[in-house]
């Protein structure tokens, strides 16, 4: 069992930055993703990081604005820069005991999320 606890979130102005954690307990063996959900859109995936930091995948929209990252105690962090009112959502960090993956589907364990308001 994961528990994944998401922090760092708030309101931020066009072009301003944010970074995002997930503490995760338990092992550290764990590929990790951060998804995204907007208010009347379906869950989206962001970015991804194996278990050993060392392969990451990005959604095409945040290709050279986020970093997905981690460190050696289970923490992952999730990057923002030259934040976009469209990046506003609600951050989800998850994780699963495979591969990486893009597909909300595929990850085992959810963290409770945490809102990102990007303005004009």
């Known amino acids: 069992q994961v528990h994944l606890v998401e922090s760092g979130g708030g309101l931020v102005q066009a072009g301003g930055s944010l970074r995002l954690s997930c503490a995760a307990s338990g092992r550290s063996s764990y590929a990790m993703g951060w998804f995204r959900q907007a208010p009347g859109k379906e869950r989206e995936f962001v970015a991804a990081i194996n278990w050993s930091g060392g392969i990451t995948n990005y959604a095409d929209s945040v290709k050279g604005r986020f970093t997905i990252s981690r460190d050696n105690k289970n923490t992952v962090y999730l990057q923002m820069n030259s934040l976009k009112p469209e990046d506003t959502a609600a951050y989800y960090c998850?994780?699963?005991?495979?591969?990486?993956?893009?597909?909300?589907?595929?990850?085992?364990?959810w963290g409770q999320g945490t809102q990102v308001t990007v303005s004009a």
């Open positions: 998850a994780a699963r005991s495979r591969t990486i993956a893009t597909m909300s589907r595929e990850y085992d364990y």
